[in-house]
């Protein structure tokens, strides 16, 4: 079971807006503004996305946005196009091992 | 541009050994820790653990002691995953990928394919 919970899969139409959530506890998410997101398309490595809870890296398109409350934090992926059904994972660091963890990744249909 | 190019699949009885590389290039190796990531067939990423590249010291997460070595050789920015005693659930791909001061992973290598089979 993974430490972070995040919903197995979400949908939306090309164009729709989704939000993808990660709950964790005070101890990881709730507790550091480490959370990161990753995109990964099928049989390729994953794609840091968003980092510190709202960061995008240079490249990334300004349609991917995070933010976090409490102990839950999400990605939301505004005017979805065909290119973005992938599977995404939250990770954050925690302060019961001092190491990351990933929640358990959430696949993202484009109807 | 960073780059991190991993080596080739590799197919071991149980009981084996096996040594994955992980050959950094595009920036200062010492500059980032490198992490280890598994994901067995149709599942989930798993935080393996990373290793200080200026100090060499490693630090595993649960479930990943004992077995799992990681390594460096800073001369040639390479890193390295070795398991030990495989066993078929071993069976995954694993990658290695820089660990961003704030615990993002911003750059992965392509990942390599470990297959235990007898």
């Known amino acids: 079971q993974s430490a972070l919970t995040q919903p197995a899969s979400v949908s939306g139409s090309p164009g729709q807006s989704i939000t993808i959530s990660c709950t964790g506890t005070?101890?990881?998410?709730?507790?550091?503004?480490?959370v990161s997101w990753y995109q990964q398309h099928l049989g390729k490595a994953p794609k840091l996305m968003i980092y510190e809870v709202r960061i995008r890296p240079s490249g990334v398109s300004d349609r991917f946005s995070g933010s976090k409350s409490a102990n839950t934090a999400s990605l939301t992926i505004s005017g979805l196009q065909p290119e973005d059904e992938a599977d995404y994972y939250c990770?954050?660091?925690?302060?019961?091992?001092?190491?990351?963890?990933f929640g358990g990744g959430t696949k993202l249909t484009v109807l | 541009q960073v780059q991190l190019v991993q080596s080739g699949s590799e197919l071991k009885k149980p009981g084996a050994s096996v040594i994955l590389s992980c050959k950094a290039s595009?920036?200062?190796?010492?500059?980032?820790?490198m992490s280890w990531v598994r994901q067995a067939p149709g599942q989930g990423l798993e935080w393996m653990g990373w290793?200080?590249?200026?100090?060499?010291?490693?630090e595993y997460a649960q479930g990943f002691t004992g077995r799992f070595v990681f390594s460096l050789d800073t001369a040639v920015s390479t890193a390295y995953l070795q398991i030990s005693t495989l066993k078929p659930e071993d069976s995954a791909v694993y990658y290695c990928a820089t660990l961003g001061f704030t615990y993002g992973l911003d750059y992965w290598g392509q990942g390599t394919l470990v297959t235990v089979s007898s």
């Open positions: 005070s101890s990881d998410v709730g507790g550091y503004n480490y």
């Open positions: 290793i200080n590249t200026k100090a060499g010291n490693p």
């Open positions: 595009g920036y200062t190796f010492t500059d980032y820790a």
């Open positions: 990770s954050s660091f925690t302060s019961i091992t001092s190491l990351g963890v």
